[in-house]
């Protein structure tokens, strides 16, 4: 396999951007040019905020975010005729929603706006009274509500999660997959601008694999030149690798960083690698976390989009391609390796680097990355000890017996160990001449219902539970510094696809147990309210991510601050310090009122039914907190 040496990064800098696989995007090929209009500003040019597919927190961006410069109250337009089909009103999520059906099987979303048009808003009071609600999903009869394209059907504002004023537009196809707006062609929004590479990362994927001589994921910084990004020192690889890519997009006009929608890896110019998001399936939009290594971004703040296929990945996004993504390489053998971006209007950049193989085997290097003293990466544990002169082997304990272990790797200073998982969960390792406890606790597979039982909680996993399998440590013990007591399970780096359903045998006297509930504590020590129910002495509640938990009493009840009234509206903020606001209900003269709710300014305020009617009598708002605590304030108006 000595052909490759010749496959230099001289030679790689004047390669051409080739390599792209063309998407056949046939659902697009489908709707006929110019059938949808820009629902905001029209034929102005327009700015976004964030793109099709672009890698949040916790799920795909799905649609357009497009900026509002600021201020609400602009008129959005339904993009194509239909009729509205669906009309949403929620202080989380897409807040104040339109939903329109096309002629074309298409439907348009139209989310975060901050009233309706007279129409649909005169429909949507009424149906709030109706259900006594201020949250209301409604479903209109299919002829009630028909839009003109380009009629306006609300106006844009800031309700919902949002955290800024903008529109949030999106097109779903007959399925409810969400396309991408920016391939239907308008002209409102601009882009020149290829991909930005900020990193790439390699990882090693199983215990005998190696970069640069050590286990583990490494990041490299990049080098631009001219329209590509290169790493001019070959990296040295053993085993199964991974590669991975910090990356965004930008557009005309606009700092936000996007999303890149398509990026190919190539290996000596065979594709290894093709990801494409031009269109989000609802349903798998919070499995994020098995395409970016949450792990790492966890660990470093940064988000990475891994270029292969990890168990547990069921996302549509990939081409077929060979080995997932994984790069296996030859020994004395040097790859040649390209990572293309582009984005929905073309704009392409390259990463170029070249890789060369090599055996894995116990080796002297210059310096030992300076992990923690211990470190999970998937199913390997990493054990960084000082290095002694004689006694440098280690056993390891499990359940299933013992075995002694010799350094992989060393620096003179330092040795490396590493412990595969899959031959037991360690429970001492002995150093010679002392002692050391690790504390996982069961070995949690994916795809499986699975329990664990102590005597003090349990933790049950259901069938989708987990993206991979989990070796789970968890201790259950008593703070006596802050006299509270602790549930600590799992690794916060540790991404979970579902609920873990916990039962926990409080360890600590508490007078009333049912005032007592669970509580999520962070870092920095703030608790954030997760609940749970009693019985039999036992608390059960749902986590959906790991960490520290505790319980605590929420005895105070929510406040209520009445603000000046204007044009016979009531204004009042609400708020609690510790389990927060689950529901508030308002009466004059024993009649429902409807209060709506902006949960970001804490503001509620009132609406009636009939306008013409002004608010007299007597005024009653009571609200309770999660933890059953009320608040009540009584006016005479």
Same mark, same amino acid.
């Given at each position: ?374 470190? /999970?990466? @998937? ?5 960084? #000890?000082?290095?002694? %002169? =004689?006694?440098?082997? +280690?056993? $390891? ?68 539970? /987990?993206? @991979? ?5 968890? #201790?259950?013990?008593? %703070? =006596?510094?802050?006299? +509270?007591? $602790? ?86 903020? +609400? ?63």
């Amino acid at each position: 396999m000595k052909k490759c040496w010749k496959l230099r990064l001289s030679r790689l800098l004047l390669l051409p951007l080739l390599f792209i696989t063309v998407s056949t995007f046939a659902q697009y090929s489908k709707i006929e040019k110019g059938y949808y209009q820009f629902p905001i500003q029209p034929e102005r040019t327009n700015y976004l905020a964030g793109n099709m597919g672009e890698l949040r927190a916790s799920h795909f961006h799905a649609g357009l975010d497009i900026k509002t410069n600021g201020v609400e109250g602009l008129n959005v337009y339904a993009a194509a005729e239909g009729y509205v089909s669906r009309i949403a009103v929620s202080t989380g999520g897409y807040g104040n929603a339109v939903y329109v059906v096309h002629p074309n099987g298409t439907t348009t979303v139209y989310a975060h706006l901050q009233r309706f048009n007279d129409e649909l808003a005169k429909y949507v009071l009424e149906s709030q009274y109706k259900q006594k609600s201020f949250t209301v999903n409604l479903f209109p009869d299919r002829g009630r509500f028909k839009l003109k394209k380009g009629e306006v059907l609300g106006y844009s504002g800031n309700s919902g999660s949002s955290t800024g004023p903008h529109l949030h537009f999106e097109i779903r196809d007959a399925n409810q997959e969400v396309l991408d707006p920016l391939r239907i062609g308008f002209t409102e929004i601009k882009d020149k601008i290829a991909p930005i590479a900020e990193r790439i990362a390699l990882k090693t994927m199983n215990i005998n694999s190696r970069v640069n001589g050590q286990f583990g994921r490494f990041e490299f910084n990049l080098e631009k030149r001219g329209n590509e990004y290169v790493i001019t020192d070959t990296i040295r690889t053993a085993g199964k690798i991974g590669f991975e890519i910090w990356a965004h997009d930008k557009l005309d006009g606009a700092a936000n960083k996007n999303g890149v929608p398509e990026i190919d890896v190539y290996q000596n110019q065979e594709l290894l690698f093709s990801q494409r998001i031009d269109s989000v399936n609802f349903s798998l939009q919070y499995n994020i976390k098995s395409l970016t290594n949450y792990q790492a971004e966890q660990e470093t703040r940064r988000r990475y989009n891994k270029l292969y296929i990890d168990d547990g990945n069921s996302l549509g996004f990939y081409n077929d391609m060979k080995n997932r993504g994984f790069f296996y390489p030859q020994q004395d053998s040097i790859y040649l390796f390209q990572i293309i971006m582009a984005d929905a209007y073309g704009n392409q950049r390259r990463v170029s680097f070249n890789v060369k193989g090599e055996k894995a085997s116990p080796t002297e290097l210059a310096q030992v990355d300076r992990r923690n003293h211990s470190y /999970l990466l @998937d199913n390997t544990l990493q054990i960084n #000890r000082k290095r002694k %002169d =004689e006694l440098n082997n +280690i056993t $390891v304990y499990t359940q299933q017996g013992s075995h002694i272990l010799e350094p992989a790797y060393s620096d003179g200073e330092e040795n490396v160990y590493l412990v595969d998982l899959n031959k037991g969960l360690p429970k001492t390792i002995d150093f010679g001449d002392d002692q050391e406890e690790i504390d996982f606790i069961d070995m949690i597979p994916s795809e499986k219902e699975h329990s664990y039982l102590s005597n003090s909680f349990s933790a049950a996993f259901g069938k989708n539970t /987990l993206f @991979d399998t989990l070796y789970l440590k968890a #201790r259950h013990y008593v %703070d =006596e510094d802050k006299k +509270i007591e $602790v549930l600590q399970i799992g690794n916060e780096v540790s991404a979970l696809r579902g609920i873990v359903e916990i039962e926990l045998v409080p360890l600590m006297q508490y007078d009333t147990l049912e005032q007592f509930q669970a509580y999520a504590l962070s870092n920095s020590g703030n608790a954030s309210f997760v609940g749970g129910n009693w019985s039999e002495g036992k608390i059960r509640f749902a986590i959906s991510s790991f960490g520290n938990f505790t319980l605590m009493r929420d005895l105070t009840p929510p406040t209520i601050k009445q603000r000046a009234s204007s044009n016979g509206i009531l204004y009042f903020n +609400i708020d609690d310090e510790l389990s927060g606001i689950k529901e508030y209900e308002a009466t004059i003269n024993g009649e429902w009122l409807l209060m709506n709710y902006d949960s970001k300014r804490k503001l509620i305020w009132s609406e009636t039914l009939d306008k013409s009617k002004p608010l007299k009598g007597d005024f009653a708002l009571t609200v309770t907190d999660y933890a059953g605590n009320k608040k009540t304030l009584t006016l005479k108006l």
